[in-house]
């Protein structure tokens, strides 16, 4: 019954962690900025995107976490 529901969050969390990734706005030129001026890469976050960003890490940790608990074997 754990094991299911464990599952179900671990994929819950999965797709909402590509939902998070895809809402992120673009840091980037992708290769043709890395001949550009660097001023335009250390631009400081908004608020939104800095929440955005902590919701993403919290995200990732929980999928990572759940990845670990239900592949070790630990609730069998």
């Known amino acids: ?5 464990l599952s179900w969050a671990w994929v819950a969390s999965g797709l909402i962690l590509i939902l998070l990734i895809l809402l992120h706005s ?3 030129d992708g290769m043709g900025g ?3 001026s660097g ?3 250390f631009t400081s ?3 939104a995107e800095a929440s955005l960003n902590r919701a993403t890490w919290t995200i990732l ?3 990572l ?3 670990v608990i239900l592949s ?3 609730l069998n």
Not at 1 to 5: E, K, N, P, T
């Open 45 to 47: 976050a908004s608020s």
């Open 72 to 74: 070790a074997g630990w």
């Open 65 to 67: 976490s759940l990845a």
């Open 34 to 36: 890395l001949a550009a």
């Open 26 to 28: 673009p840091k980037g």
């Open 39 to 41: 001023s335009s890469m």
């Open 61 to 63: 940790a929980i999928f």
């Open 1 to 5: 019954m754990i094991i299911s529901i």
